[in-house]
């Protein structure tokens, strides 16, 4: 009865390709989030939508692109992926949007380039 | 992006209690402190959050003060088990309500 989940958990890739990671959470949030967490475990937001809508966006690289088919469901798609792109990336919702941060994450998926 | 600060690290013993201070000296009016618990190869896990004064829950409680430039969360009787990373996370200083996290406190409790 996992509340976030994400696939795959691991994802080992090469420069220059094309992967999808997705996520779904079954907690009937209306919020969901994509962060990235690097080598020194800083964790930045990347996006975040709120009924399908992209409410945050925060200085990530075109390459990169959300989609969100409902509001259960947030996937990201990263085109021509780069060493720096190695990290992991974990998927996040929450009941509200706004002032309040209370959010539920998924395990996580670890993204290598080589 | 507000910017947070906590110490890197800190050490404590079994049943202990211990308190992790976080400043956010330029948070926004409405933003609520929140702060989180993270262990190795897992998502960060929901502890406590609060707006300002005393919350408790069955976890931890979170101290503000009445000026919310910090926070304090403090950890009754520490074991084993709480060896983790923890961050504070508040919002970005424009108001716009973007999650920002603290770099973390790793914590390691010692038998």
């Known amino acids: 009865d996992t509340a976030v989940s994400q696939t795959p958990k691991y994802l080992v890739t090469q420069m220059g390709n094309d992967k999808s990671i997705k996520c779904e959470q079954n907690l009937g949030h209306d919020t969901m989030y994509w962060y990235k967490q690097d080598s020194k475990k800083f964790l930045k937001i990347m996006f975040s939508?709120?009924?399908?809508?992209?409410?945050i966006n925060e200085t990530v690289p075109n390459r990169f692109s959300p989609k969100s088919p409902d509001k259960a469901h947030l996937n990201l798609h990263i085109n021509s992926l780069e060493l720096g792109d190695s990290a992991v990336y974990f998927c996040a919702s929450s009941q509200v949007q706004g002032s309040s941060y209370e959010q539920y994450f998924g395990p996580g998926t670890r993204l290598t380039v080589t | 992006l507000a910017k947070t600060t906590q110490p890197i690290s800190m050490d404590s013993y079994e049943g202990q209690e211990v308190n992790i201070t976080c400043s956010h000296n330029?948070?926004?009016?409405?933003?609520?402190i929140t702060w989180y618990q993270q262990f190795p190869s897992q998502g960060p896990r929901f502890i406590i959050q609060g707006y300002k004064t005393k919350v408790t829950n069955e976890v931890a409680s979170l101290f503000i003060p009445a000026d919310r430039k910090s926070s304090t969360l403090s950890l009754p009787r520490v074991s084993l088990s709480d060896t983790a990373v923890y961050y504070c996370l508040v919002g970005d200083e424009g108001g716009s309500y973007i999650p920002t996290f603290g770099r973390g406190t790793s914590l390691i409790v010692h038998p």
């Open positions: 330029n948070i926004a009016t409405n933003d609520y």
């Open positions: 939508y709120n009924n399908k809508e992209l409410i």
